[in-house]
């Protein structure tokens, strides 16, 4: 089972491809293989334009379109461009699951933010010995899988542990941008409760919104929609101040019974601090790409557990955080730990050209 997958042109990249490069060069270099009795090295897999979708059980590539690895559960893990999703949960349909060994949580401070000396520093070479060091796992380790985020979340929504009442959480409020502009929105009030007693989904919900087109200066008057048999699923047009039927154009779709709130197609949002300043809106107004997003999936490794870091000390590149994340499949369990974002491609440094390296390991034996 142990080989190193390497492109043919390449040879003795150590530092270099570790942090250098740019984010934006694709291309598709040709993979070969020679033994590594050690672990088992990726080297080169173009991420640039499509998902990169492996199977580690036989380790090898698997060519599938994005459409085709919905149903397929073969692969294990994928890499697009700074994503890595793997089969199971939301992302797919196998039962693939992932954690993080904690390694390198120095990386980053309290507050999350990462520690600029640590990630540059850092080389496949140096943190190579994290990787050796993990040489089993416990058995109450914690797996998770890629789940659904909505940007919404849960915060639109207060719970009283105590008396299991869910009301408005008012003072939250959601920059929201369609094709029409951009809205002002929140939660105008909301309810769990029928017949005074709490139930298990949101029996009534109201929406208060404020609109903007781009040329006015100013949101609107806040308008108000009421959801007053809130019970399964409601869609919502902003527009046309009401609620539609899922086959019309809607902006949101409210699931009372999962107090949730989707975004509709084409639509993005960002959970604001508040109420923030009007300077500060606007700002997030001119620039909404680097704010606002779709509902997303929650992956393991960006988003739970993020890998890299972006930009650091004004450097337009990838630093991996080299953690060591650990990967079961329905067959085994590995090791994995990503040593690069950039690659040789015809003689230039490349960008999205994911290397890892990973191993099978067992779980501990209980003492």
Known sequence: MKHTMKLASVIGLGVLLSACGSDSDTSAPEISKEVNTAYTTVTGLDASSAFAYYDLDNNMQLTLTDEQAQSNTQWDIAFKST???????????GEVTAAFTDNNSDFRDAQGEPVVDKFIAATPETELADFLAVTEYAADTEFYGDEFKTVFDSSFYDYNFASHDVTANTEQYYLFQNADGFYKVRAFSASNLEGGVPSRGLTQFTLGYQFKAADDQTFSAEQTLEIAQCDTQHYVDFSANSEVAASDAWDITVLCDAFEIQLGEGAKAYALAGDETDER??????YPQYYLTADFANTVFKHQFKWYEYNLAQGNQIWSQYGVYLVKTPVATYKLQVTSYYNLVEGVITGRQISFIYDDVAQAVAQ
Do not use: L, R, V
């Open 83 to 93: 994503d890595i999703i793997i089969n199971g949960d939301y992302s797919a349909p």
């Open 281 to 286: 809106i606007a700002t997030m107004m001119e």
